[in-house]
C-alpha cells in the first residue's frame, strides 16, 4: 500500500521531468534597448545541446528553411499574423569569406499600416566552444533597412557544478524610431515570447536528440 502511495506522490514529477517552461529571468528596457534574459534546464546531456547548437548554427547559415521543422518551429517567422509586428524570412545566403549572412525578408506593422517589403539585412551567427562543459552562439543583426536598429544575442550551454545541462538566452534589441517607443508590455508580447519559443525549441531538440 505504501509503494502504491508512492507512486501516485510521485507521478506528476515523473509525467512533467524535463518539461518545465523557460524562466524569464529579466525582461527591461536599458536606455533604448530592450533586454531579455531567459534560462531553461536540459534533460539531456550537455553533449546533446551542443550538438543541437551546431545544428542550428550550420543550418542557419546553409538551409534556413530546415530550422521551421524544429528551432524556429512557432515564432511566426512565415508571414504569421502578429498584432504588432509581423515578420516573413524570404531569402538567407551566407558568404564564408566575410562569415556574414545577407538576407530579405517583409516587414509589417498593422497597427499602424506599415509594409516594408523585401527588407534587406544582415547578420552574423558563429559557435564558440572555448572550454570543456560550455559553448555559446553569438547572434547580431549588423544592419536591418527598416523597423530594427539591431539585435545582439548570445545563446549558451552550459554544464552546471552539480551535473546539469542548461541553456542561457541573453539579448539587447532595439527598434527604430518610431516604433521603439513600444511599451515594456508590447515588446513582451510581440517580440521576447519568440525568443522564449526559440529556446524551448532548442530544449526540446536536445532532449529528442538525434531525432531531429
Known amino acids: 500500500m505504501k509503494k502504491l502511495m508512492f507512486f501516485w506522490v510521485m507521478l506528476p514529477a515523473l509525467l512533467f521531468a524535463g518539461t518545465?517552461?523557460?524562466?524569464?529571468?529579466?525582461?527591461?528596457?536599458?536606455?533604448?534597448?530592450?533586454?531579455?534574459?531567459?534560462?531553461?534546464?536540459?534533460?539531456?546531456?550537455?553533449?546533446?545541446?551542443e550538438n543541437v547548437f551546431e545544428r542550428f548554427v550550420t543550418q542557419y547559415k546553409e538551409c534556413l528553411d530546415s530550422l521551421f521543422d524544429w528551432a524556429l518551429t512557432g515564432l511566426d517567422l512565415?508571414?504569421?499574423d502578429n498584432r504588432l509586428i509581423m515578420v516573413n524570412l524570404k531569402s538567407h545566403h551566407f558568404n564564408p569569406e566575410t562569415g556574414l549572412v545577407a538576407g530579405e525578408m517583409d516587414l509589417c506593422v498593422p497597427i499602424l499600416g506599415q509594409k516594408f517589403p523585401d527588407?534587406?539585412?544582415?547578420?552574423?551567427?558563429?559557435?564558440?566552444?572555448?572550454?570543456?562543459?560550455?559553448?555559446?552562439?553569438?547572434y547580431a543583426m549588423t544592419r536591418c533597412e527598416k523597423i530594427i536598429d539591431h539585435v545582439d544575442a548570445s545563446l549558451e550551454?552550459?554544464?552546471?557544478?552539480?551535473?546539469?545541462?542548461?541553456?542561457?538566452?541573453?539579448?539587447?534589441?532595439?527598434?527604430?524610431?518610431?516604433?521603439?517607443?513600444m511599451s515594456k508590455k508590447q515588446y513582451r508580447e510581440n517580440v521576447e515570447w519568440r525568443f522564449v519559443q526559440l529556446v524551448s525549441n532548442l530544449r526540446d531538440a536536445a532532449e529528442k536528440y538525434p531525432e531531429v
Open 20 to 49: 518545465l517552461p523557460p524562466e524569464v529571468l529579466q525582461s527591461d528596457k536599458d536606455g533604448g534597448d530592450f533586454v531579455s534574459s531567459i534560462k531553461v534546464q536540459v534533460n539531456a546531456s550537455y553533449e546533446q545541446a
Open 78 to 80: 512565415q508571414g504569421e
Open 119 to 138: 527588407t534587406r539585412f544582415v547578420t552574423r551567427i558563429d559557435l564558440h566552444s572555448e572550454q570543456a562543459g560550455h559553448s555559446t552562439v553569438s
Open 157 to 181: 550551454a552550459m554544464l552546471t557544478a552539480d551535473g546539469k545541462t542548461e541553456l542561457h538566452f541573453n539579448v539587447r534589441f532595439k527598434t527604430t524610431m518610431p516604433y521603439n517607443l
